[in-house]
């Protein structure tokens, strides 16, 4: 059987709506989340830009109740590996390595999922450049 290195899987996962499910430490819960890359190009950027997925759909509303347009709603419909109605605060999006990531494949601390549906990503995208916390330098790698 031929072994295939690990960056090498991972780098033939990575595209625009790839989901990944994980545990990071930035975030304040030690539940794993699922992690949604937004960029255009992912493979030849600096970084992958992630948005992550929430089941707390209420509180994130209520957080971002003066910026209804940085916050997108996902149903299990809409994108079947959700298992109930979620929602991205497109507020705080995580840059990562493509070695980060492959550190978690290597601890087996990542499952990938389908990919979600480019009309999903673009309003993610959307959000994420509506959103003044979101960088410059990053919204500039989710312009069409």
């Known amino acids: 059987m031929i072994s295939i290195p690990p960056e090498t899987q991972l780098a033939s996962t990575i ?4 989901v990944y499910y994980f545990i990071d430490r930035c975030l304040t819960s ?3 989340h699922y992690f949604i890359v937004i960029n255009l ?7 992958l830009l992630m948005a992550v997925a929430s089941s707390q759909v209420d509180r994130v509303l209520r957080m971002n109740k003066h910026i209804p347009e940085t916050v997108v709603q996902i149903s299990p419909a809409e994108y079947s590996a959700f298992t109930c109605k979620s929602i991205v605060n497109c507020n705080y999006i995580f840059s990562k390595s ?3 990531l492959t550190e978690k ?9 389908p990919v979600m549906d480019i009309t999903l990503i673009k309003q993610l995208r959307t959000a994420a450049i509506a ?4 960088s410059e330098e990053h919204k500039d790698l989710l312009r069409e």
Do not use: I, M
């Open 105 to 113: 494949l290597l601890e087996k601390n990542l499952r990938t999922h």
């Open 98 to 100: 493509v070695g980060e």
């Open 30 to 32: 030690s539940q794993p």
């Open 131 to 134: 959103s003044r916390q979101v």
């Open 41 to 47: 190009d992912p493979l030849n950027d600096q970084c």
């Open 15 to 18: 595209k625009s709506g790839s």
